[in-house]
């Protein structure tokens, strides 16, 4: 914002200094005193503040860059302008101020010395001299302001701020707007760094400020025209001044007051959260240096607030991270938040324990990086847990997989022995024994089915590969040729749209587009099945959409048919075990993606799922 605002002071400055210069070309005082005055903006004046519009453009905050030197040059040629008219000045030389002729305008003293503070102020600024350069620029706004006040209140000693000749009121007006422009290049440091870096000083300046530049003014101006139009004596009129003044400052005063104190409640209930919260939540300037430490932090690492404050965060980083903090100050610096960081840090008597950590950027309300606040939380039990977890799965996984490998072969003796059974005895028996062995050779061969179904969810996880990056497209076409004979049969037709590339484990993701595709062509309806393949990203996601005009489902199943073995249908109507969404959950679960259906009894169905998108 205040970026913003010095752009457009700049560029208004230069808009009327080109409008002096037309004035002069054309010959129109209008244009070079407002009609204010007998004084002239004079040519010299339009140039110099050219050069010092220019100048405050080519700004940049470290002093460097490539357009330091065009700054240089222009503050060199502004000030060897304004000392050249003061030389002339101190000389009392006849042609004193007329630097480009008597035809272009005098150069005042007040407008010479003006230029060079601002000049000097610039270059001040732009060598990191906050303190001197906002000093110069403010003395430069005196010198305006009181040119201006002289010709509010027709005070011509105020107008010829250094004596010869007046100030012009255009000029005055220009050198106001290039002071407040130059105040504005870096105000978190200087004197103005108070009022633009803590909310309590800023909020006080906002109020404050407008009252203590307007309120003098249109109060006096008030007061001296009511006391030359005769309607009331001059010591009436400086009487009623003063008490005016005093009861607006005073109403100012108060309400400045009752907005601290608003701020302060606020604060105070901010830090009593920050304090009692469990999480460790520390403040650290741009260097990386702490400047603020909870309770939280002390109980996490056991540094109390005076030992930890002033110390850098390397102090609770292993020796083998230490690179991890140089990388958050780099993105804090780039204004870029860190989202639960997980990384291990160090106790005060050297334990480490596994956290997470999500680091925000201090902004002024300029939008200028101070610093960093960053949120730290024991995630050690947690880790455990997951760990457990993840030990119990493989355990789960291995179990699942050895039993459904073990079971193959005893099943398939079953089988084969009840089918062989069958086709020696059957008619020699009676009715009943051809039905009971019918049952059997039915039942073995459904728990072969079962045991392989069983044997291929658990191979999602125990022998999946390592993500890659997959054409979607690919992989569709593929599944479209291998089921190219039930397409046939069923007279169904599969249409995909442009499918992005993912990241993935190709062989489970045409396992995941197989599983689809073939139930819209198993749970069809009167109409050839139709099913379209379409996607579109989402962030660094890709979100899937199979789509078909089957028979549908009731929307109260919708999380029952992701269950392994779960069936809507008896098995006479359609075949299969009920692990096919099973399966396909899991392959998305674990690509880190979800599943979900959409789906209206005889309008078709349509299922969702997201992956990751290429990196």
Known sequence: ??????????????????????????????????????????????????????????????????????RIFACCVVAALALTALGQYALGLKD??????????????????????????????????????????????????????GYAYDVAALTQVLGFSAMAFPTALVITLLAIAILMLDPRRGWLRHMASGTQARSAFQLMMPVAV????????????????????????????????????????????????????????????????????IGKNLEGVITSWNRGGERLFGYTAREAIGQPMQMVIPRDRTDEEAEILARIHRKEHIDHFETVRCRKDGSTFDVSITVSPILLASGTVIGASSIVRDISARKLKDLELQ??????????????????????MVANYVELLSQRYKGQLDERADKFIHYASDGARRMQQLVSD??????????????APVEANAV??????????????????????????????????GQLFQNLIGNALKFRGEEPPRVLVQAEREGRLVRFAVRDNGIGMDMRFAERIFQ????????????????????????????????????????????????????
């Not at 008597?102 to 007040?110: E, N, V």
């Not at 009752?258 to 919260?277: C, F, G, W, Y």
């Not at 359609?574 to 880190?592: P, T, W």
């Open 214 to 281: 307007f309120a003098p003014f249109i109060i006096g101006g008030l007061a001296n025209w009511s006391v030359g139009a005769g309607l009331v004596g001059t010591s009436f009129g400086f009487a009623a001044f003063a008490v005016i003044m005093i009861i607006t400052l005073g109403v100012m005063v108060v309400l400045t007051c009752a907005q601290l104190a608003r701020i302060d409640r606020t604060d105070a209930r901010l830090a009593a959260i920050v304090e009692s919260s469990d999480d460790a939540i």
């Open 391 to 412: 030990r119990s799965n493989a355990e789960l996984e291995q179990f699942a997989y050895v039993a459904s490998h073990d079971l193959q072969e005893p099943l398939r």
């Open 454 to 467: 069983l044997l291929a969810y658990s191979r999602v996880g125990s022998q999946g590969k390592q993500p």
């Open 96 to 149: 004193a101020g007329y630097l480009m002729g008597r035809s272009m305008g005098r150069f005042s003293p007040a407008t010479a010395a003006s230029f060079l503070l601002l000049a000097g102020a610039l270059l001040m600024i732009g060598s990191q001299r906050y303190y001197l350069g906002a000093s110069l620029a403010i003395c430069a706004l005196t010198v305006a302001g009181s040119a201006i006040v």
């Open 476 to 509: 569709v076409d593929r599944i479209m040729h291998t089921l190219q004979r039930r397409l046939a049969e069923t007279g169904g037709t599969v249409e995909r749209g442009d499918l992005p590339r993912v990241m993935g484990d190709e062989v489970q993701l």
């Open 1 to 70: 914002m205040l970026d913003l605002t010095r752009r457009g002071l700049a560029g208004l400055v230069a808009l009327y200094a080109g409008v002096a210069i037309l004035g002069w070309i054309f010959d129109l005082p209008a244009l070079t005193s407002f009609n204010v005055g007998a004084a002239q903006a004079s040519f010299a004046t339009a140039t110099c503040a050219i050069l010092v519009v220019l100048a405050v453009l080519a700004h940049e905050p470290d002093g460097r860059g490539e357009r330091r030197g065009a």
């Open 564 to 615: 392994m073995f779960q069936r809507l249908h008896e098995r006479a109507a359609f075949e299969g075990s009920g692990i096919g969404l099973a399966i396909a959950k899991r392959i998305v679960e674990r690509h880190g993606g979800t599943i979900w259906v959409d789906s209206e009894p005889g309008r078709g169905t349509v299922f969702f799922f997201t992956l990751p998108s290429e990196l």
